[in-house]
């Protein structure tokens, strides 16, 4: 397996895509912590291997630096990094007050700056990777979620810095993720009927599975990668079908 032994971190990794991501880790034989507020609903496993678990606050800059410390005094080295808790609800601009989108740039942002300079001794030790998840929200107007769209606007602006200043010891990279299907899709989107109509506009026809963001971040994680570093991978099924094409009245035929 192209990752045997390699010792990763995914942060959030306990359900969703997060989860997803580990398991393909897994499945390329890192052995795998996850690191969230609250445990998995069921341990995240993958042929027969299993993740493990370690409670934490990415808010809590000195709780960030002692996990990282451990993990690398547990598994004797640390070399990946995949930033990929945060989220947000959908919340127009007018109906909440600044500290409440703070809050959302805070964990879109922040933390995973937090995350990446606690790990950095260590992955630069193992000459290792950052990987980080965004979004397809940071690349376009994100109406409802624009706190979310600007902090990962940011997070990919950060990504691009980092990998300037932390080579040649330390790749970094950022997964330009779309449209998830998820245990939470038919929340998004209303019920199994809005989840494929929504499908229906991404032009490669679904939505991605947890496993397709997990193949790309172990890609980026992996020796084929080693030349790749302050890239923006894109995730998201050919993104999306421009408005003016279905709006047009040109005679599609002719």
């Known amino acids: 397996m192209e990752l045997d032994g390699r010792v990763v971190v995914v942060t959030g990794g306990t359900r969703g895509v997060g989860a997803g991501i580990a398991r393909s880790f897994l499945a390329a034989g890192a052995r795998v912590v996850v690191c969230a507020r609250r445990p998995p609903d069921r341990p995240v496993e993958a042929d027969g291997r299993r993740a493990a678990f370690v409670p934490l606050d990415l808010r809590d800059a000195?709780?960030?630096e002692e996990f990282f410390d451990g993990v690398a005094d547990r598994y004797g080295q640390l070399d990946c990094l995949v930033n990929n808790a945060g989220g947000t609800p959908y919340r127009l601009l007018d109906e909440g007050a600044a500290r409440r989108h703070a809050r959302v740039v805070e964990l879109n942002l922040l933390a995973p700056l937090t995350a990446s300079l606690a790990a950095y001794p260590h992955l630069r030790a193992a000459r290792g990777s950052v990987v980080m998840t965004g979004s397809v929200s940071g690349t376009r107007p994100s109406p409802g979620t624009a706190a979310y769209g600007a902090a990962k606007a940011g997070l990919e602006n950060l990504a691009r810095s980092m990998a300037v200043e932390w080579a040649p010891d330390v790749?970094?990279?950022?997964?330009?993720?779309?449209?998830?299907?998820?245990?939470?899709?038919?929340?998004?989107?209303?019920?199994?009927?809005?989840?494929?109509?929504?499908a229906a506009t991404v032009p490669l026809g679904r939505l991605a599975e947890p496993a397709d963001v997990g193949a790309a971040a172990v890609f980026l994680a992996s020796p084929r990668a080693a030349y790749v570093s302050g890239a923006s991978l894109l995730v998201h099924g050919g993104g999306e079908r421009p408005a003016f094409l279905d709006?047009?009245?040109?005679?599609?035929?002719?």
């Open 171 to 198: 790749r970094v990279n950022t997964l330009v993720v779309g449209m998830v299907r998820t245990e939470l899709s038919a929340v998004h989107y209303g019920d199994e009927a809005g989840v494929a109509a929504v």
């Open 247 to 254: 709006a047009a009245t040109v005679d599609k035929e002719g």
């Open 62 to 64: 000195a709780a960030v």
